[in-house]
């Protein structure tokens, strides 16, 4: 299926037999008609939302979730008991889960977090704050990690062309920058 992504009002289309367009929920839409309670200005890019529990997932707003899974529910009680585990999701706001995290049941995370790449939630994480690893390790604050990366930016080679609009020359050139500079940042 061709998808058609009109920006501006967020709207996809998909192209159907014969080549009619039709619209096409967004992963957002999506989970919100499974109960998932989203906020605004919310991004699920490759993110995986209990399918069938979404009704106890709270998302909250400017979150983004990337290539990770959020889950109510824990089976392993299922063949044994005959009933699955479940469990309340809250997710505060300003909230950004990294590639391949995986969110378990019975937890909060609160506003203004930063959930590193990998890293396993089983309990709640506090405000302010950014976790890392398999035991969502507390390594700093939100406020002082976002302190030193605007301070990062003063030194490092910033891009102000969007990836997907950057020529092979631009590529070069941000490469070679973020090469000597050890990183840098995109749009």
């Known amino acids: 299926m061709s998808l058609i992504k009109k920006v501006g009002r967020k709207i996809v ?3 159907c037999g014969g080549g009619k367009k039709v619209p096409v929920m967004t992963k957002v839409e999506q989970c919100r008609a499974r109960g998932v309670k989203i ?5 699920l890019v490759n993110a ?18 990337t290539n990770s899974v959020v889950l109510a529910h824990d089976a392993s009680t299922h063949k044994e008991l005959g009933y699955s585990k479940i469990g309340c999701v809250d997710i505060g706001d300003n909230v950004f889960i990294g590639y391949g995290s995986i969110i ?3 937890v ?14 089983s309990k709640d994480i506090p405000d302010n704050v950014v976790v890392v690893g398999p035991n969502a390790k ?7 990690y976002m ?7 003063k030194e490092c080679p910033v891009s102000n062309v969007l990836f997907c609009d950057k020529t092979d020359a631009e590529w070069d050139t941000l490469y070679k920058e ?3 500079k050890k990183g840098g940042f995109d749009l």
């Open 104 to 106: 378990l049941p019975n």
């Open 108 to 121: 909060r995370i609160g506003n203004k977090v930063i959930v590193g790449a990998g890293t396993v939630v």
């Open 178 to 180: 973020v090469k000597v």
């Open 48 to 65: 995986e939302i209990d399918y069938c529990f979404g009704h106890l997932i709270t998302i909250g707003n400017n979150v983004t979730i």
């Open 39 to 43: 906020g605004d200005n919310v991004d």
């Open 13 to 15: 289309y998909g192209l």
């Open 138 to 144: 507390i390594i700093g604050t939100y406020d002082d």
């Open 147 to 153: 302190d030193k990366n605007r301070n990062r930016m």
